[in-house]
């Protein structure tokens, strides 16, 4: 069988990533007590009927945790097709999480920062040698199209493109920055300013022979450092572009480089600061 152990931080989108699971025919459990496990893998795979199973474990089981790893080795060592997925998301996003909606963590008592703590603690070693995905700036749509994607759809790398303004600050969430404020700047061409980089004659005054140079230079990088990340287990990668305001260049390159990479991985466009200001 192909097993998925869905497991993470309380609040990082668990309940998302099984119903994404679900949508492309996992079985989904959720908290099935550790001693019951392997039983019920063998259950279903003598049934027959049944090949793709996802079981999601977190911190309401923490007096077995430590049992875990010792489950997760029988299922290894039967054959069956095991990877363990860890959902990460930062203290304040996860504490903002909660408090939006309302929910109690499993253990937080009356200090809900002490239960964010408690849960690292004692979630921290499943996330040893799993397939972290931070969540902390991801959609629920993202999420899902990044697990079913990985899951049961084209298998490739995820990646996420990101145009932003430096003067609005980095994006939180990255893996690589590029700055291309050295390029021409169509705010200061008075039939250039009112539009944004998706239009075609912006786009055709951001790739001069500078602007295609710089391309050039960042796909190949891109071509080869994108494998690398997903031989290290990655699901997903950001690659953020940055001009001054967000509205231009790093607008045009973006839609460039999704263009370019576009047959080969799954392109996820985010232009963060397109409208601001308009």
Not at 88 to 99: I, Q
Not at 134 to 150: A, E, G, V, W, Y
Request: charged residues 25%; glycine residues 10%.
């Amino acid at each position: 069988m192909q097993i998925v152990i869905v497991t993470g931080l309380s609040g990082a989108g668990k309940s998302t990533a099984l119903r994404a699971l679900e949508d492309i025919e996992f079985y989904c459990v959720d908290n099935i007590p550790v001693p019951l496990v392997n039983q019920m893998v063998d259950h279903l795979a003598h049934e027959g009927d049944r090949d793709k199973l996802a079981i999601a474990i977190d911190s309401r089981q923490r007096q077995n945790i430590a049992a875990w790893q010792g489950a997760l080795g029988k299922l290894r060592s039967s054959g069956h097709r095991l990877e363990v997925m860890f959902l990460d998301a930062s203290d304040e996003v996860l504490l903002r999480r909660f408090s939006e909606t309302r929910r109690r963590h499993p253990l937080s008592g009356d200090d809900l920062s002490d239960g964010v703590r408690r849960d690292r603690e004692v979630m921290a070693q499943l996330r040893e040698g799993a397939a972290v995905v931070d969540t902390s700036n991801l959609t629920m749509h993202q999420l899902k199209s990044i697990i079913q994607d990985r899951y049961g759809g084209t298998g490739k790398l995820a990646v996420t493109l990101v145009s932003f303004g430096f003067k609005n600050g980095l994006p939180l969430e990255f893996n690589l920055v590029f700055d291309v404020r050295f390029l021409q700047n169509p705010y200061y061409e008075p039939n250039l300013t009112h539009l944004d980089g998706r239009d075609p004659e912006v786009a055709k005054f951001v790739l001069g022979p500078d602007g295609m140079e710089w391309l050039r230079q960042v796909e190949g990088l891109l071509r080869f450092t994108l494998p690398q990340f997903q031989k290290e287990g990655k699901l997903y990668v950001t690659v953020c572009v940055g001009c001054t305001g967000g509205r231009h260049r790093s607008v045009t390159i973006v839609e460039e480089l999704r263009r370019r990479l576009g047959g080969e991985w799954d392109i996820l466009v985010r232009h963060r600061d397109v409208e601001r200001g308009v």
